[in-house]
C-alpha cells in the first residue's frame, strides 16, 4: 500500500488541496474551516437583526433620533423601506429635514422653489438630481450647473 505524504513547506501554493485544506502563502496549512476566523481565544458573539426592530419604534422616538443625524444618513434611512419613505416624505416630517439641515455647519439656506427633502437630495444624494446619474457620469454641464444654480 503507498502513502501519500504532503509537503512541509510548500513553495507558494495558493491552490486547494484536498480535503478542504489550503496552503498559506508563508507556508502554513490551514483548513477552510479555520480561515478568515476569530483567533480562538477570543470567542465573538455576533448579534443578527438587532436593526430589524426600528421600524417598529414608536414614530416620535424616529423623529428624535432623526433630528440628531446627518442629511445622508437620513436619505440613506429614507431609501431603506417603503414605511420610512412615506414617513419621510411626508409634510409632516419636513422639520426633521430643517433640523438635519442645520446639523451641517455653513450650509446654504433653503432656495424657495426646492422642499426640504428636494433640497437634501440634492446636496447629499450621490445621484444627480435630474438625470439620476452616478458623480462618476456626472461630468456632464447640467448636473453642475443645477447644483449651482439653487445654491
Not at 4 to 15: A, D, G, L, Y
Not at 85 to 97: G, H, M, Y
Not at 101 to 112: G, I, Q, S
Request: glycine content about 4%; hydrophobic content about 40%.
Amino acid at each position: 500500500m503507498q502513502t501519500f505524504m504532503r509537503r512541509q513547506n510548500p513553495t507558494r501554493k495558493v491552490r486547494k488541496t484536498t480535503h478542504g485544506e489550503y496552503y498559506r502563502a508563508n507556508g502554513s496549512l490551514e483548513s477552510l474551516a479555520t480561515i478568515g476566523k476569530a483567533p480562538t481565544g477570543t470567542p465573538r458573539k455576533r448579534i443578527k437583526g438587532i436593526l430589524s426592530l426600528l421600524p417598529t419604534l414608536a414614530v416620535d422616538i424616529l423623529f428624535e433620533i432623526f433630528v440628531y443625524l446627518q442629511p445622508l444618513d437620513v436619505l440613506n434611512i429614507m431609501y431603506t423601506c417603503r414605511s420610512f419613505r412615506k414617513l419621510l416624505i411626508a409634510p409632516s416630517s419636513t422639520f426633521i429635514w430643517t433640523a438635519v439641515r442645520l446639523n451641517v455647519e455653513d450650509f446654504p439656506d433653503l432656495p424657495d422653489d426646492l422642499s426640504e427633502v428636494q433640497y437634501a437630495k440634492l446636496a447629499f444624494d450621490s445621484h444627480c438630481h435630474k438625470c439620476g446619474k452616478r458623480p462618476q457620469a456626472i461630468r456632464s454641464g447640467h448636473c453642475v450647473l443645477d447644483f449651482a444654480m439653487h445654491a
